[in-house]
C-alpha cells in the first residue's frame, strides 16, 4: 500500500493512499468535529461539519469524504471553519425542538457535546419550533422527530450493516423525514428485525430504548464498529 | 442502413415535398392554445378550398415568438411568412390568403429584431420539420454527422473536433465539453454511460424543452456521436414528467431511429451499438444536479453525493459516464458537419457558438431566442424584446434562476458571455432570462428565489437545508417591515456561510440572488429596515 504525505495544521503527517482526510487526522490524534460520519458505515458528507481548507483549492472540503493525497496542505481550526461550523450548530438547534433538559441521552448526545466543544453560546436564529411527532408504536424503541439531526447514520446503519432496509428519508428540505419501510409506523414495518442498530447509531436522543427517561439513553456506538470490524477484517475481538 | 439508402430517404422526402408549406407551431406553449384543432382545421379547409395537391399543412416545432403564439407560417416558392395569435376560426381565411385573399390575422414581420438578429444553431429546425417524423430530419441532412464520425473519423478524432470549437457546457456551470469527453473518453473502464440532462428545473426556463418538442432528433444524434466519442453503448435521456410532449415525441424519435437502424446494434453497419433509454424525473430540481440526477437514473433517491469522484471517472453504477445537459448535445452535429474551428468563429474569445435564452418578464417580445455569445444585453432587451411594456422602464434583467443573479438596466451594456456575467455576479445559466420593470420590488424577488430553494432543498447538508429556511424567513421579516440592521447583518452572515459550506450546486448557489440585489440593490433593502430598538 502507498503511502502519501501531507500536513494537517502544519504537523506532518503519513497516511494510506486511499484513506480519508478524517481518517489521516484521527489517526495523528488531531480531532476534526463529525457528525453524520459513523465508523463502520460509509461516509455522506452531508453534515458539513468536518469542513477542511486545503492549500490551493478555493473550496471547503469535508474531511469525511475527501482522500489524501501527497503534500496536501490540510488546516482544521481557522477561525473561518470555527464560525461556520457554530453556525451549522447553532442551524440545527433552531430547526427542531432540541430541548436537552428534558431528553433521554442528555449528557451523551453528539449534538450536545459538539456544541460544547465548538463554543457555541446562543443560538443566533429564531427557532422555528416545527411541529413533529414522537412513534412509539415499536415494541422496543421509540423514534422522537423532534430530536432528529437528519444525518441518515440510522438509515446506512440499517442498510449496510444489518441490511434490513428498514429505515430510510422521505420528503426533502427542512420536511425530511426519517421513515420506517414506506412511511407507515415503525410498529407495523415487516422488514425491521428489532436488531437495534439504528438506536446505536443516533447521535441525538430521536432514537431511543423505550423506559429510558432523561440521560439514561446512551448509544453503544462499539457495538456498531465491533460488528464492522469483525465482518470485514475477520477480527472476533473488541478494540479498546 | 448506408449513406447512399440515407440520402435516398433525403431524396423522396424532399421530391415529394407539396408547393405550399403550411407550419402549425404544436409546441407546449402553441398547443395549450388549441394548436391541434388550428392544424386539424386547416387541412380541412385547404380541402374544402380544393388545395390539398398544393399545401401541406405540417406540424411543427417552437418558432420562439411564444408570446404571440399560436403562430402559422407559411413557405411558398421561397417566400415565408407568419401569422400570429391565430384561432382555430382563422383556417378558412388562411388558406384562402395563401391564394391572394383576404386575411384580416395579424401578420408578423420576418425582418422584425426579435428574428433579424438570431443566430440559429441549436434551433435552425425548429418550426420547419415536423419533430414526429424523421424523415423531415434526414431531408435537411440529418444523421449525416453520424454517419461522418462513424466511417471517417477515429474516437479521438471526434473529441478533437469539439474541444477545437470551443463548446462549453450549456446546463450552467460552462464546464469545456471537449475536455469533459476527453476525460470519459480516457477514463479506464468497458462499460460507460451518455447522459442527457433534460431535467431544466429553473423557473422561467423553457430552452430544452423547446429543443425536445421541436427537434428531438438533433439530441439524439447529438448523443449517439458523443458515445461513439468515449466509448459508450447505452444511452439516458433525463426528462422531467413536467415536460409530457417532449416525452412522447422523444419515444417517437427512439423508435423511428431503431427501425431505420441509426440507434440500436451496428449503427451505419459499424460495430458501433448505441442505445437510447429515456428517464423520467418526478420534477425535482435538484435532480437537475449530475450526481443527483444519476443517482435517480439508479432508481435510488436523487440526492447529490460529494464530487470528486466526477461522473466521468465514476457515474452510473460506478462507471465513467458523460453528462451534458441538451443544448450542448444540440450543437454536435453542426460542429461536426462544418466543423469545430467553425464554431469558434462565432463568439467571443472564451464563450463560444450561440446560447439560447427564455426571454420572459416585463418584456414586450416574450419567447425564445438564439443569439451569438457576446451579443449585448441590451440589444436582447431593448431590441429583439421591445424594452418594458405599458411604458414603463427596465429595471433589472435575472440570468441564471435561482442560482444567478440580477443585473441593473445600468449595466445593460454588457456582453453576455460567461465571464462578463460571473463579474457582475449572476451567471450564464442555463438560458432563464427574467426582465423586470421599475415596478418590482428586488427584496421580493430576492425572497422568491430564497423560497424556490428552500423548497427544493434535498434535505441532505445542513447549512442547504436548515440555512434557506432562515435565510427566507429573514427576508420574510425584511419585507414585513419587522427587521433591523442586525437581521440584515445575519442574512449577509448567512449567505456566506451557506455559499461556502454546502454540498452541492443548489446550496453554494442559492444565496446569489440575495447577494446580488444586496450588490446593487441595497438602498430597497435599508429602506424597509426598523431601527434597532436594543441600539445600533
Ligand atoms: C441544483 C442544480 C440543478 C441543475 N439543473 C440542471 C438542469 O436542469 N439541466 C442541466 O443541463 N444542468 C443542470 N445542472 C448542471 C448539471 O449538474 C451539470 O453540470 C450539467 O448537466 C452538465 O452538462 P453541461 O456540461 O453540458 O452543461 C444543475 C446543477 C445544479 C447544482
Ligand atoms: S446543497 Fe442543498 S440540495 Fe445540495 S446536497 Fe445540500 S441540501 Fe441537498
Ligand atoms: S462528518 Fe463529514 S460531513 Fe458530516
Known amino acids: ?19 480519508t482526510v478524517l481518517q489521516a487526522a484521527t489517526e495523528a490524534g488531531i480531532k476534526i468535529p463529525t457528525l453524520c460520519h459513523l465508523e ?17 483549492t478555493t473550496k471547503l472540503l469535508p474531511a469525511c469524504t475527501t482522500k489524501v493525497s501527497e503534500g496536501m496542505e490540510v488546516q482544521t481550526q481557522t477561525e473561518r471553519l470555527r464560525n461556520y461550523r457554530r453556525m451549522i450548530l447553532e442551524l440545527l438547534f433552531a430547526e427542531r425542538n ?3 433538559a428534558v431528553c433521554v441521552s442528555n449528557g451523551h448526545c453528539e449534538l450536545q457535546t459538539l456544541a460544547y466543544s465548538q463554543g457555541m453560546e446562543h443560538i443566533r436564529y429564531d427557532y422555528t419550533f416545527p411541529k413533529w411527532n414522537v412513534d412509539t408504536t415499536h415494541r422496543l424503541f421509540g423514534m422522537d422527530h423532534n430530536r432528529c439531526v437528519l444525518c441518515t447514520r440510522c438509515v446506512r446503519a440499517c442498510w449496510h450493516i444489518e441490511g434490513a432496509g428498514t429505515k430510510n428519508i422521505a420528503g426533502r428540505g427542512a420536511t425530511s423525514k426519517i421513515i420506517t419501510d414506506l412511511n407507515q409506523p415503525w410498529g407495523d414495518s415487516d422488514s425491521c428485525t428489532e436488531c437495534g442498530k439504528c438506536v446505536m447509531a443516533c447521535p441525538t436522543g430521536a432514537l431511543f430504548q423505550k423506559g429510558s427517561t432523561v440521560g439514561e439513553m446512551v448509544h453503544d456506538r462499539d457495538k456498531l464498529e465491533f460488528i464492522v470490524t469483525a465482518r470485514e477484517k475477520k477480527q472476533w475481538v473488541a478494540a479498546d | 442502413m448506408q449513406l447512399d439508402e440515407l440520402k435516398a430517404i433525403a431524396e423522396k422526402h424532399r421530391s415529394s415535398r407539396k408547393k405550399i408549406i403550411v407550419r402549425t407551431c404544436m409546441s407546449a406553449g402553441c398547443m395549450s392554445s388549441q394548436a391541434d384543432i388550428i392544424k386539424k382545421n386547416l387541412e380541412a379547409e385547404a380541402k374544402a378550398q380544393g388545395l390539398e395537391a398544393d399545401v401541406e399543412v405540417r406540424r411543427v416545432g417552437c418558432m420562439g415568438f411564444c408570446g404571440q403564439g399560436p403562430l402559422v407560417g407559411w413557405d411558398n416558392s421561397g417566400e415565408h411568412g407568419l401569422w400570429e395569435f391565430v384561432k382555430p376560426e382563422d383556417a378558412a381565411s388562411i388558406i384562402a390568403a395563401l391564394k391572394g385573399g383576404e386575411c384580416k390575422v395579424q401578420r408578423g414581420d420576418p425582418k422584425h429584431p426579435f428574428f433579424a438578429k438570431q443566430m440559429h444553431i441549436v434551433r435552425a429546425n425548429g418550426g420547419i420539420i415536423d419533430p414526429e417524423r424523421i424523415e423531415d430530419y434526414i431531408a435537411i441532412g440529418g444523421y449525416t454527422a453520424l454517419h461522418h464520425s462513424l466511417t471517417e473519423l477515429q474516437p479521438a478524432q471526434v473529441v478533437e473536433e469539439v474541444t477545437k470549437s470551443g463548446l462549453r457546457g450549456r446546463g450552467g456551470a460552462g464546464f469545456p465539453s471537449g ?17 442527457c440532462n433534460g431535467d431544466e428545473g429553473d423557473p422561467g426556463a423553457f430552452m430544452d424543452r423547446s429543443v425536445l418538442e421541436s427537434d428531438p432528433h438533433l439530441v439524439l ?4 456521436i458523443a458515445a461513439y466519442a468515449v466509448g459508450a453503448d447505452q444511452g439516458y435521456l433525463y426528462v422531467r414528467a413536467e415536460y409530457p410532449l417532449a416525452i412522447s415525441r422523444l419515444q417517437i424519435a427512439i423508435k423511428q431511429a431503431k427501425q431505420l437502424g441509426l440507434l440500436g446494434a451496428g449503427i451505419f ?12 424525473g418526478a420534477g425535482a430540481f435538484v435532480c437537475g444536479e449530475e450526481t443527483a440526477l444519476m443517482a435517480s437514473v439508479e432508481g435510488k433517491r436523487g440526492t447529490p453525493r460529494p464530487r470528486p469522484p466526477f461522473p466521468a471517472e465514476s457515474g452510473l453504477w460506478g462507471c465513467p459516464t458523460l453528462i451534458n445537459n441538451v443544448e450542448t448535445f444540440a450543437n454536435i452535429s453542426a460542429i461536426i458537419n462544418k466543423g469545430g474551428e467553425w464554431y469558434a468563429g462565432i463568439g467571443t474569445e472564451k464563450s463560444k457558438g450561440t446560447k439560447v435564452f427564455a426571454l420572459t418578464g416585463k418584456i414586450k417580445n416574450n419567447g425564445l431566442i438564439e443569439v451569438p455569445m457576446g451579443i449585448p444585453l441590451r440589444q436582447i432587451i431593448m431590441e429583439m424584446g421591445g424594452g418594458a411594456p405599458d411604458g414603463r422602464s427596465i429595471k433589472s434583467v435575472q440570468t441564471g434562476g435561482p442560482s444567478g443573479g440580477c443585473i441593473p438596466a445600468d449595466y445593460l451594456d454588457t456582453p453576455v458571455d460567461y465571464e462578463s456575467l460571473t463579474k457582475l ?17 428586488m427584496v421580493e424577488i ?27 424567513n429573514l427576508l420574510e421579516k425584511i419585507t414585513q417591515r419587522k427587521a433591523t440592521a442586525r437581521d440584515l447583518a445575519k442574512l449577509e452572515e448567512l449567505c456566506d456561510m451557506v455559499k461556502n459550506t454546502s454540498l452541492c450546486g443548489l446550496g453554494q448557489t442559492a444565496p446569489n440572488p440575495v447577494i446580488s440585489t444586496l450588490k446593487f440593490f441595497r438602498k430597497e433593502y435599508a429602506e424597509l429596515l426598523q431601527p434597532d430598538p436594543f441600539g445600533p
Not at chain 2, 221 to 224: H, I, L, P, V
Not at chain 2, 270 to 280: C, H, K, L, M, T
Request: proline share 3%; with cysteine.
Open chain 2, 221 to 224: 444524434e447529438g448523443m449517439a
Open chain 2, 269 to 280: 453497419e459499424s460495430p458501433f451499438n448505441f442505445n437510447v433509454d429515456i428517464r423520467i
Open chain 2, 179 to 195: 475536455l469533459k469527453w476527453g476525460t470519459v473518453a480516457k477514463s479506464p473502464g468497458a462499460k460507460k454511460y451518455v447522459v
Open chain 1, 1 to 19: 500500500m502507498a503511502v502519501k504525505t501531507l500536513t494537517i495544521d502544519g504537523r506532518p503527517i503519513t497516511a494510506e493512499e486511499g484513506a
Open chain 2, 425 to 441: 455576479g449572476s451567471i450564464m445559466g442555463s438560458g432563464g432570462m427574467v426582465v423586470m420593470d421599475d415596478t418590482t420590488n
Open chain 1, 40 to 56: 463502520g458505515v460509509y461516509d455522506v458528507g452531508a453534515c458539513r461539519l468536518c469542513i477542511v481548507e486545503i492549500t490551493g
Open chain 2, 446 to 472: 430576492a425572497k422568491f428565489y430564497m423560497e424556490f430553494c428552500m423548497e427544493e432543498s434535498c434535505g441532505k447538508c445542513i447549512p442547504c437545508r436548515a440555512g434557506t429556511v432562515q435565510m427566507f
Open chain 1, 98 to 100: 432540541h430541548v436537552c
